[in-house]
């Protein structure tokens, strides 16, 4: 591959073998970006799936084209596997410069019918992974930096809409990700010190884990997971320096900026100036949510 604005930079993709993932590690290795495709090659639950076949996949699609990959097969679940990552890409590239937290599965169900193991496993994927990938390449690039290194490195995680919005039935999908764009937030104030930048997409796309979402809309190009790859790719770039802590969300050609939780300006004062008492409460939320109880917008009655 031609040099490109990634070259130099070593990417580790989590769940890059398939769909969302695939999609990134092909787009940052045609940026000029070497790639560590991490996949275990489970099912979308989890389970027992295709093993190193989908890793291995990507690597040989990338190096066909004359790019620079290797694949890893452990778990982001794993402590020890995702420090093992982190060596990889070390190992083999000399550095590395860039995490991409893709990798996901998904075990849907309503609140009251979820089991313990279902919730273990969604969050062990999402979030503890998420962070332990965080975590492991954090460490790595404070000690370069300690060492006197100049450091220019990326953290991207992958939020969604049932995240930053809710869904019926992905309580334990939804609370990672949601957790994700606050640890995105919390590793951007961190890591900045480091020379290390943390933001978050939250693209929406088709692939194996949203296939029954979409139905009959499964074939729209607005859903092509690589549309939100060029994002990805930029915000391992040297462009992307002067952003962090923030969350970018693709649909289909569109690029939107989302912004969390937010004090609304319209705040009650307790009427004694003091406290607030159980009797004035039920008014004042009806205040601060546009509806007085005569259900008016307007200010609470005086009288």
């Not at 190193?52 to 890893?72: F, L, M, S, T």
């Not at 975590?135 to 300690?146: E, G, L, T």
């Not at 890591?191 to 930048?197: F, P």
Request: charged residues 15%; aromatic residues 6%.
């Amino acid at each position: 591959m031609p040099e490109g604005p990634l070259t130099g930079k070593v990417v580790l993709v989590t769940g890059g073998g398939r769909g969302i993932g695939r999609a990134h590690c092909l787009e940052l290795a045609k940026q000029g970006a070497a790639i560590v495709v991490n996949d275990p090659g489970v099912g979308r639950d989890g389970s027992v799936g295709d093993g190193a076949g989908p890793a291995a996949d990507v690597v040989a699609e990338i190096e066909a084209a004359g790019g620079k990959a290797v694949a890893h097969t452990g778990s982001v679940s794993s402590w020890n596997d995702v420090a093992d990552m982190i060596s990889t890409a070390v190992d083999t590239f000399g550095s590395l410069t860039g995490v991409m937290n893709n990798a996901g599965i998904l075990r849907d169900s309503m609140v009251a019918a979820a089991s313990e193991a279902d919730w273990d496993a969604v969050i062990a994927v999402h979030l503890k992974g998420t962070f332990a990938v965080t975590r492991h390449a954090c460490d790595y690039w404070r000690a370069q930096s300690k060492a006197g290194n100049p450091i220019d490195a990326r953290v991207v995680n992958t939020v969604s809409g049932a995240g930053l919005w809710g869904n019926v039935g992905q309580s334990a999908y939804g609370a990672a990700k949601a957790a994700i764009a606050n640890l995105t937030v919390v590793t951007a104030m961190e890591a900045k010190r480091y020379g290390v930048a943390a933001n978050a997409i939250s693209p929406l796309a088709m692939s194996r884990m949203t296939a029954d979402v979409f139905g009959a809309r499964a074939d729209d190009p607005a859903l092509d997971p690589a549309r939100s790859s060029a994002v990805v790719a930029w915000l391992q770039s040297a462009q992307s320096s002067w952003l962090t802590g923030q969350i970018l969300r693709i649909h289909g050609d569109k690029l939107s900026r989302i912004q969390g939780f937010t004090e609304m300006p319209r705040v009650y004062h307790a009427k004694d100036g003091v406290s607030l008492t159980f009797s004035e409460i039920g008014q004042a939320v009806s205040w601060l949510y546009g509806t007085s109880p005569r259900g008016l917008a307007g200010p609470l009655p005086t009288d």
